[in-house]
């Protein structure tokens, strides 16, 4: 039977979009194709003139050769008649003959051709390389050609500094060595060298042919200028938590979503990934502060966003700011509760056309997989299990046995996968236009079959200024297709037998799976991969324009237009065929969905900066904004589809016979918002900000639709002051804040009851009538939560800012926390409870960064670790009813005073090993040697539900970062290490292997308890539904409880980069190849496949329940640009 595909669906039906990428794509192609004709004549000239001015025919070799002419105006007479007829000559042929019986002598220097005038003897005058010159290149001409060297502090040549001739697009870089050569349009020009981790330089020529600088490191970073929102304030002055991403060290993980690649470089920052093809990773800032919602808060280029999700090109970032605490976070009041993540994208700059391509490969595999037993041990330990129990074992290990069957099923499901990433760029601009262009493609071919996710990106930005006027815009397209496999195939490879062939004539569609004879109600995973085709399509556009006046020097206002439509069609086809044991007989069936989003937002800002006296700074906004989003969703479930005659199906509505179910909602919001900010500076010593937002939203009832967020913060730089004088520290700061900030965590209309007008109904005798519903209890009076936070900070610089250090202590206290598990008297009608704000919780937390630089050895690196240690409690719950305190999700219990999620249940003491100790246990009567001894936690002498307690949190107690960065000439070494540690995880899939409940394969190697084997920690094993041996396989114990710490060598990166002359001669400025390994090592006690779970849910964030483990990755790159 034929694999039905469903990438060959539409997601528009004219393919306008298709159309559109594809325009972009040719544009970007021809513009790319024109930039490498314009170098290509380099290798042959062809000239003809008769009696022509010399001036013409050099204009003509430049065009031609892409070599630039100099030349003495007082030597060279470019008024020369030359006579020349050559077709396809060499650079040096054509210059031999243009100066042929003339007293002009030529020097190719790199690009360069230098003219000079010949000495009576025919020998060239000297020292004509440092001598001004004139070029004669079209209209821009060049009088001036500087040489120089660009050097760190310790004398070092710099590779890669930017040489740009202030005011004009007129730039070079130097090379390896730091030289450099670039010539100007005047000997009055200046000269801008600028380089990350470097202050920037301005040097005024002053007729100067020869001009060697050394660069300051900025090892603060900047003059680095953080994005706080609506503001920059240069990293060393701020007053709030701020965690700035290094975004080089991000972008060398290979990750789908900017979350995955945060992980381990930020404090306070916790993420957690699964490894499927197109996954979300969930991202937690500063620990818990909603039972419902605890996402952070994306803006990306001023857009507001719930998330930064998989459709966004990682390569397009130019930096990453998380605001941890109210008074950086309030300035976007009550969506920041949880955090806020402000992405900047990459923007043109001043200076010549700039073109960067990047591209890599990756190869992924499993880096685990469970240890099974084959279709031998298997029947050995069933057929043990069955006599144990005092039964026939089943057929298929006894009677029935095939040796010939031993299916692998993890083989049969795991494979090879690979990743690939494709980027083009181009940038440039002058001083009153700058533009940036990025296309980019992304596929990852998951590791577990029917899983892949593939990615089309495309992102421009412009912006003009005149005058005191300033427009500019920001838009990306991004088309993504990802494919799912149904189920969950890390729970469906081991429940399947080994005695299960993997495809059966016998059975409806042809595949294998549980019968009487092996007696299993597991999946077989690849039946349902084949039979069960799921995709998602999605195409997002994200983008806004804006306008800027300069109203003032020191004030500014700015109007900012913003849009994000999001479409998404998912469809499921299912064929005709079974893939488990008893499994209904069920048509071939489609359901498809189709949803789109708009949301719009309009802005005015109004900037202040401005300087009074000598030690007063003030910088201040004021805003409003309103926002709008609609949402519009409609599904369809058909079926009765037939095969067509090769046995394979087309995958359309209207070949379905029966529409089986139809349905649609609509859902809108709006919000608008007024909000300022002020921080005031005095003399660099004493800081203070002051923050307030007021939101209205359309979410909440009438009577709760407002809130307000202020916050306000302190800082003192004690370093400044003049009783203090240490001479090693560089730098020392004193921070405090506090404020308040909101959580919107429901939907639209929660505070409005509906009515189901469809049920039917009969009383007695009378006929069906129609009736109506109330579908859900309401709250009118469901309100914000309420998230407070107190943050202490204090930034040291030690040792000429060879040492760096940030530490941080919170405290965040939410209130109104909503909960959906306060109970309401059933006879009001609904299905379950509504939203309530009743609880509350506390966060206490920890964070250290500290980084040590070394730049003055031949061997520079730096070395960055960073440390988190955060506890959550509750504080109320509400009214929960009977006096109860706590909140139970399966395996987990929320109680007041404790963290939210822990671990509850029985704990285990070892395993009886005679009838002595059963009976001197007392509370399991029912038990027998080689049975599981449960501790009897309320010494009733009964073991039941009483006897559960708290066996273990999911929250870590501590996680940290390790990143490592060293260069050696051209060589450069990354490496980051990652660590949680004091986690528990629930080994779910390891309670499934371990059960003999004849419903999954076995864990190989297990020696079970006998007589003869007493010293064990695995129980007897016997095939018998009596309590003892339900009590050996409850699941609500601590015998799948595993500490779950972990320390990952999350990634490893040797680069090589090309030298500069090497790059000059092919027409390259930069080129870089690079190899990694991404989680190559992972040192943990954990014996499931990954550690690093992601969860079942919130109150479950440990539940190992088949998570799909980080692939191992080995990838190639390369990195040019030109």
């Given at each position: 039977?034929?694999?039905?595909?469903?990438?060959?669906?539409?997601?528009?039906?004219?393919?306008?979009?298709?159309?559109?990428?594809?325009?972009?794509?040719?544009?970007?192609?021809?513009?790319?194709?024109?930039?490498?004709?314009?170098?290509?004549?380099?290798?042959?000239?062809?000239?003809?003139?008769?009696?022509?001015?010399?001036?013409?025919?050099?204009?003509?070799?430049?065009?031609?050769?892409?070599?630039?002419?100099?030349?003495?105006?007082?030597?060279?007479?470019?008024?020369?008649?030359?006579?020349?007829?050559?077709?396809?000559?060499?650079?040096?042929?054509?210059?031999?003959?243009?100066?042929?019986?003339?007293?002009?002598?030529?020097?190719?220097?790199?690009?360069?051709?230098?003219?000079?005038?010949?000495?009576?003897?025919?020998?060239?005058?000297?020292?004509?390389?440092?001598?001004?010159?004139?070029?004669?290149?079209?209209?821009?001409?060049?009088?001036?050609?500087?040489?120089?060297?660009?050097?760190?502090?310790?004398?070092?040549?710099?590779?890669?500094?930017?040489?740009?001739?202030?005011?004009?697009?007129?730039?070079?870089?130097?090379?390896?060595?730091?030289?450099?050569?670039i010539s100007v349009s005047n000997d009055d020009a200046t000269l801008v060298f600028s380089f990350i981790g470097y202050q920037t330089m301005e040097v005024n020529v002053g007729g100067r042919t020869t001009i060697d600088v050394s660069l300051v490191p900025d090892i603060q970073s900047l003059a680095e200028v953080v994005v706080i929102g609506y503001q920059t304030v240069k990293r060393k002055d701020l007053t709030?938590?701020?965690?700035?991403?290094?975004?080089?060290?991000?972008?060398?993980?290979?990750?789908?979503?900017?979350?995955?690649?945060?992980?381990?470089?930020?404090?306070?920052?916790?993420?957690?990934?699964?490894?499927?093809?197109?996954?979300?990773?969930?991202?937690?800032?500063?620990?818990?502060?909603?039972?419902?919602?605890?996402?952070?808060?994306?803006?990306?280029?001023?857009?507001?966003?719930?998330?930064?999700?998989?459709?966004?090109?990682?390569?397009?970032?130019?930096?990453?700011?998380?605001?941890?605490?109210?008074?950086?976070?309030?300035?976007?009041?009550?969506?920041?509760?949880?955090?806020?993540?402000?992405?900047?994208?990459?923007?043109?700059?001043?200076?010549?056309?700039?073109?960067?391509?990047?591209?890599?490969?990756?190869?992924?595999?499993?880096?685990?997989?469970?240890?099974?037993?084959?279709?031998?041990?298997?029947?050995?330990?069933?057929?043990?299990?069955?006599?144990?129990?005092?039964?026939?074992?089943?057929?298929?290990?006894?009677?029935?046995?095939?040796?010939?069957?031993?299916?692998?099923?993890?083989?049969?499901?795991?494979?090879?996968?690979?990743?690939?990433?494709?980027?083009?760029?181009?940038?440039?601009?002058?001083?009153?236009?700058?533009?940036?262009?990025?296309?980019?493609?992304?596929?990852?071919h998951g590791t577990i079959i029917g899983t892949s996710y593939d990615r089309i990106s495309f992102r421009v930005n412009s912006e003009g200024q005149k005058g005191r006027f300033k427009i500019g815009e920001n838009l990306s397209i991004v088309s993504s297709d990802e494919d799912r496999m149904e189920g969950n195939p890390f729970i469906d490879m081991v429940r399947m037998l080994p005695v299960i062939p993997i495809?059966?004539?016998?059975?409806?569609?042809?595949?294998?799976?549980?019968?009487?004879?092996?007696?299993?109600?597991?999946?077989?995973?690849?039946?349902?991969?084949?039979?069960?085709?799921?995709?998602?399509?999605?195409?997002?556009?994200?983008?806004?324009?804006?306008?800027?006046?300069?109203?003032?020097?020191?004030?500014?206002?700015?109007?900012?237009?913003?849009?994000?439509?999001?479409?998404?069609?998912?469809?499921?086809?299912?064929?005709?065929?079974?893939?488990?044991?008893?499994?209904?007989?069920?048509?071939?069936?489609?359901?498809?969905?189709?949803?789109?989003?708009?949301?719009?937002?309009?802005?005015?800002?109004?900037?202040?900066?401005?300087?009074?006296?000598?030690?007063?700074?003030?910088?201040?906004?004021?805003?409003?904004?309103?926002?709008?989003?609609?949402?519009?969703?409609?599904?369809?479930?058909?079926?009765?589809?037939?095969?067509?005659?090769?046995?394979?199906?087309?995958?359309?509505?209207?070949?379905?016979?029966?529409?089986?179910?139809?349905?649609?909602?609509?859902?809108?919001?709006?919000?608008?918002?007024?909000?300022?900010?002020?921080?005031?500076?005095?003399?660099?010593?004493?800081?203070?900000?002051?923050?307030?937002?007021?939101?209205?939203?359309?979410?909440?009832?009438?009577?709760?639709?407002?809130?307000?967020?202020?916050?306000?913060?302190?800082?003192?730089?004690?370093?400044?002051?003049?009783?203090?004088?240490?001479?090693?520290?560089?730098?020392?700061?004193?921070?405090?804040?506090?404020?308040?900030?909101?959580?919107?965590?429901?939907?639209?209309?929660?505070?409005?009851?509906?009515?189901?007008?469809?049920?039917?109904?009969?009383?007695?005798?009378?006929?069906?009538?129609?009736?109506?519903?109330?579908?859900?209890?309401?709250?009118?009076?469901?309100?914000?939560?309420?998230?407070?936070?107190?943050?202490?900070?204090?930034?040291?610089?030690?040792?000429?800012?060879?040492?760096?250090?940030?530490?941080?202590?919170?405290?965040?206290?939410?209130?109104?926390?909503?909960?959906?598990?306060?109970?309401?008297?059933?006879?009001?009608?609904?299905?379950?409870?509504?939203?309530?704000?009743?609880?509350?919780?506390?966060?206490?937390?920890?964070?250290?960064?500290?980084?040590?630089?070394?730049?003055?050895?031949?061997?520079?690196?730096?070395?960055?670790?960073?440390?988190?240690?955060?506890?959550?409690?509750?504080?109320?719950?509400?009214?929960?009813?009977?006096?109860?305190?706590?909140?139970?999700?399966?395996?987990?219990?929320?109680?007041?005073?404790?963290?939210?999620?822990?671990?509850?249940?029985?704990?285990?003491?070892?395993?009886?090993?005679?009838?002595?100790?059963?009976?001197?246990?007392?509370?399991?009567?029912?038990?027998?040697?080689?049975?599981?001894?449960?501790?009897?936690?309320?010494?009733?002498?009964?073991?039941?539900?009483?006897?559960?307690?708290?066996?273990?949190?999911?929250?870590?107690?501590?996680?940290?970062?390790?990143?490592?960065?060293?260069?050696?000439?051209?060589?450069?070494?990354?490496?980051?290490?990652?660590?949680?540690?004091?986690?528990?995880?629930?080994?779910?899939?390891?309670?499934?292997?371990?059960?003999?409940?004849?419903?999954?394969?076995?864990?190989?190697?297990?020696?079970?308890?006998?007589?003869?084997?007493?010293?064990?920690?695995?129980?007897?094993?016997?095939?018998?539904?009596?309590?003892?041996?339900?009590?050996?396989?409850?699941?609500?114990?601590?015998?799948?409880?595993?500490?779950?710490?972990?320390?990952?060598?999350?990634?490893?990166?040797?680069?090589?980069?090309?030298?500069?002359?090497?790059?000059?001669?092919?027409?390259?400025?930069?080129?870089?190849?690079?190899?990694?390994?991404?989680?190559?090592?992972?040192?943990?006690?954990?014996?499931?496949?990954?550690?690093?779970?992601?969860?079942?849910?919130?109150?479950?964030?440990?539940?190992?329940?088949?998570?799909?483990?980080?692939?191992?990755?080995?990838?190639?790159?390369?990195?040019?640009?030109?």
């Amino acid at each position: 039977m034929k694999k039905t595909s469903l990438g060959k669906l539409c997601l528009f039906p004219s393919g306008i979009f298709t159309k559109s990428m594809l325009a972009a794509l040719l544009i970007t192609i021809s513009t790319f194709q024109l930039h490498a004709v314009d170098t290509t004549g380099k290798n042959s000239i062809s000239l003809t003139f008769a009696n022509a001015r010399l001036e013409e025919v050099l204009l003509s070799v430049e065009k031609q050769s892409g070599y630039t002419f100099f030349y003495q105006s007082r030597s060279i007479d470019l008024s020369r008649k030359v006579t020349i007829n050559i077709n396809e000559a060499s650079l040096d042929e054509t210059m031999k003959l243009i100066f042929k019986d003339s007293n002009i002598a030529y020097k190719i220097k790199g690009d360069q051709i230098v003219l000079r005038k010949k000495d009576k003897s025919g020998v060239t005058t000297t020292a004509i390389d440092v001598e001004p010159v004139e070029s004669i290149k079209g209209d821009e001409v060049f009088v001036a050609a500087i040489v120089g060297k660009v050097t760190d502090d310790t004398g070092a040549g710099l590779p890669g500094v930017s040489v740009v001739e202030k005011g004009s697009t007129n730039g070079t870089t130097s090379d390896a060595n730091g030289d450099y050569s670039i010539s100007v349009s005047n000997d009055d020009a200046t000269l801008v060298f600028s380089f990350i981790g470097y202050q920037t330089m301005e040097v005024n020529v002053g007729g100067r042919t020869t001009i060697d600088v050394s660069l300051v490191p900025d090892i603060q970073s900047l003059a680095e200028v953080v994005v706080i929102g609506y503001q920059t304030v240069k990293r060393k002055d701020l007053t709030d938590a701020v965690s700035v991403v290094k975004v080089d060290d991000a972008k060398k993980i290979t990750a789908t979503t900017v979350a995955e690649a945060l992980q381990g470089l930020a404090t306070g920052v916790n993420v957690r990934s699964g490894g499927r093809p197109g996954q979300e990773s969930i991202i937690e800032i500063r620990g818990v502060g909603s039972l419902v919602n605890n996402n952070p808060f994306y803006v990306i280029d001023g857009l507001p966003s719930t998330i930064a999700n998989r459709d966004f090109n990682p390569n397009d970032i130019e930096s990453i700011q998380i605001l941890k605490d109210a008074s950086a976070a309030a300035i976007y009041g009550a969506r920041a509760a949880n955090g806020v993540i402000i992405i900047t994208t990459k923007k043109g700059a001043e200076g010549p056309l700039q073109v960067n391509f990047s591209a890599k490969y990756g190869i992924q595999r499993l880096p685990n997989r469970w240890d099974l037993t084959d279709n031998v041990r298997f029947a050995d330990l069933n057929r043990t299990a069955y006599q144990n129990g005092g039964e026939l074992p089943m057929a298929s290990v006894s009677t029935e046995f095939n040796p010939d069957i031993n299916t692998d099923w993890q083989d049969a499901v795991m494979r090879v996968g690979y990743v690939q990433d494709y980027d083009l760029s181009f940038s440039g601009g002058g001083k009153a236009s700058k533009y940036f262009i990025s296309g980019n493609y992304f596929t990852n071919h998951g590791t577990i079959i029917g899983t892949s996710y593939d990615r089309i990106s495309f992102r421009v930005n412009s912006e003009g200024q005149k005058g005191r006027f300033k427009i500019g815009e920001n838009l990306s397209i991004v088309s993504s297709d990802e494919d799912r496999m149904e189920g969950n195939p890390f729970i469906d490879m081991v429940r399947m037998l080994p005695v299960i062939p993997i495809k059966d004539a016998n059975n409806p569609g042809g595949y294998g799976y549980g019968s009487d004879k092996a007696t299993t109600f597991g999946t077989n995973p690849v039946a349902l991969n084949n039979l069960v085709q799921s995709g998602l399509k999605n195409v997002r556009m994200r983008g806004n324009a804006f306008a800027e006046l300069e109203i003032m020097s020191w004030m500014r206002y700015r109007f900012n237009l913003a849009m994000e439509a999001n479409f998404d069609r998912f469809a499921s086809f299912r064929e005709l065929g079974s893939w488990t044991y008893n499994q209904p007989v069920e048509q071939a069936s489609l359901q498809e969905s189709r949803s789109q989003s708009i949301n719009t937002l309009t802005e005015h800002t109004i900037n202040i900066n401005k300087r009074i006296g000598e030690n007063h700074n003030i910088d201040a906004v004021l805003g409003f904004n309103f926002q709008k989003d609609r949402y519009d969703m409609t599904g369809v479930l058909k079926t009765g589809f037939a095969p067509l005659p090769d046995g394979s199906y087309q995958p359309v509505l209207d070949q379905g016979a029966t529409p089986t179910s139809v349905g649609g909602n609509i859902t809108e919001w709006a919000s608008y918002s007024f909000f300022g900010r002020v921080n005031y500076n005095y003399a660099d010593r004493y800081f203070v900000s002051g923050t307030v937002r007021r939101d209205a939203d359309s979410r909440f009832g009438p009577t709760n639709r407002v809130g307000y967020f202020p916050s306000a913060a302190l800082a003192w730089r004690i370093s400044n002051e003049k009783f203090f004088q240490v001479q090693a520290i560089n730098d020392l700061k004193l921070r405090a804040s506090y404020g308040q900030l909101g959580n919107v965590t429901i939907g639209s209309y929660q505070f409005v009851g509906s009515i189901n007008p469809n049920p039917r109904f009969v009383f007695g005798d009378s006929p069906i009538l129609l009736g109506a519903t109330q579908t859900g209890l309401v709250n009118p009076e469901v309100k914000w939560e309420d998230r407070s936070i107190t943050n202490f900070g204090l930034d040291l610089s030690l040792l000429d800012n060879a040492i760096t250090m940030s530490t941080e202590y919170f405290i965040s206290v939410s209130r109104d926390v909503l909960t959906y598990d306060v109970p309401f008297a059933r006879y009001l009608g609904g299905t379950g409870n509504p939203p309530v704000n009743a609880a509350s919780l506390e966060n206490r937390g920890i964070e250290l960064t500290v980084t040590y630089r070394n730049e003055k050895n031949p061997v520079k690196f730096d070395v960055t670790g960073n440390f988190s240690s955060i506890r959550n409690e509750i504080l109320e719950l509400g009214n929960l009813g009977e006096g109860r305190t706590y909140i139970q999700r399966g395996l987990t219990r929320s109680e007041i005073g404790r963290s939210v999620g822990e671990y509850y249940g029985l704990k285990t003491n070892g395993i009886f090993q005679n009838p002595d100790e059963v009976l001197a246990h007392g509370a399991q009567p029912y038990s027998q040697p080689g049975d599981i001894r449960y501790v009897n936690n309320v010494a009733d002498g009964v073991l039941d539900n009483n006897d559960r307690q708290y066996l273990g949190s999911p929250w870590p107690k501590l996680t940290a970062g390790l990143i490592i960065n060293a260069r050696y000439k051209n060589f450069g070494l990354g490496i980051q290490f990652y660590g949680s540690y004091g986690q528990k995880v629930f080994n779910t899939v390891g309670s499934i292997i371990d059960r003999f409940d004849d419903n999954s394969n076995y864990r190989n190697g297990i020696t079970p308890w006998t007589e003869e084997n007493p010293n064990t920690n695995f129980p007897r094993i016997v095939h018998k539904g009596d309590q003892a041996i339900q009590m050996n396989t409850r699941g609500d114990t601590d015998r799948w409880l595993e500490d779950g710490s972990f320390t990952r060598l999350r990634n490893v990166e040797l680069s090589y980069s090309v030298p500069a002359a090497t790059l000059k001669k092919i027409g390259f400025e930069t080129a870089r190849i690079y190899v990694s390994g991404q989680n190559l090592l992972t040192f943990t006690k954990y014996s499931g496949l990954d550690p690093d779970v992601v969860g079942t849910n919130f109150f479950e964030r440990t539940v190992d329940a088949g998570n799909y483990p980080a692939s191992r990755t080995f990838s190639l790159g390369l990195q040019c640009g030109f």
